[in-house]
């Protein structure tokens, strides 16, 4: 089945320490994203890349980087500069983007604790 | 820039109870609207979309009209059931401007027996 698969599911990083996010999806989509959901809050967007090897700043890309070296794998690295990254980290994807064609679709998150 | 304002939760009914979750958007041009739902601990599912005006989206009994003139997109279904219990977002995209999705803060949902 296609679909977008994040891992891991639950992962926890300690203070200073770099931590890595996987996103890989099988649906052939040109655009995929990162988004941050904290309680009570929507999602926001971290950053987005809409081909292989470019990649653009969302709203709070600060203390986050990100690579896409392949069109199927866009993996999200959370730094030591994210001074508050604990969240539920969402990665999403498109197909081309076109009227009436612009449906994300979305895997099942990894929720981020620092101890 | 473009915004998402949903009615705040959490909302508790009945079931078989007629559920409305309000939704009003801020945005240049012509963006296209949508209803996300989560369910706890997992992602975002699609639950329906309206790409221009007076379109009607719908899905498992769940209804929402494209309404420029009040910029709403209000989530409606006549006879809610338990398993629908969840939290809910609505979002806007514009497809030329790199397809991001802009989120309303989500409204929660329980449904009672």
């Known amino acids: 089945d296609g679909g977008i698969t994040q891992s891991p599911k639950y992962l926890f990083r300690k203070e200073g320490q770099n931590v890595t996010l996987s996103c890989e999806q099988n649906l052939n989509h040109d655009a995929m994203y990162w988004y941050r959901q904290d309680p009570g809050q929507g999602l926001r967007l971290i950053y987005y890349?809409?081909?292989?090897?470019?990649?653009q700043k969302g709203d709070i890309a600060e203390g986050y980087s990100v690579s896409r070296e392949k069109k199927e794998s866009f993996p999200l690295t959370v730094t030591s500069a994210q001074k508050n990254p604990t969240a539920f980290y969402l990665c999403a994807s498109t197909a081309a983007l076109q009227e009436g064609n612009t449906e994300a679709f979305f895997g099942q998150g990894t929720r981020l604790t620092v101890v | 820039g473009d915004s998402v304002t949903q009615m705040e939760g959490p909302v508790t009914l009945s079931e078989e109870a007629f559920l409305t979750i309000n939704c009003t958007y801020t945005a240049t041009g012509y963006p296209s609207l949508f209803w996300y739902v989560q369910y706890p601990g997992e992602g975002l599912q699609l639950l329906l979309k309206a790409t221009k005006a007076d379109d009607k989206g719908s899905n498992k009994g769940f209804e929402a009209t494209y309404r420029k003139e009040t910029t709403s997109f209000h989530l409606e279904k006549g006879s809610v059931q338990v398993s629908d219990s969840a939290v809910y977002f609505c979002a806007l995209m514009h497809y030329n401007q790199g397809g991001k999705l802009i989120f309303g803060q989500g409204t929660e949902l329980s449904v009672k027996p």
């Open positions: 890349s809409q081909i292989v090897n470019d990649f």
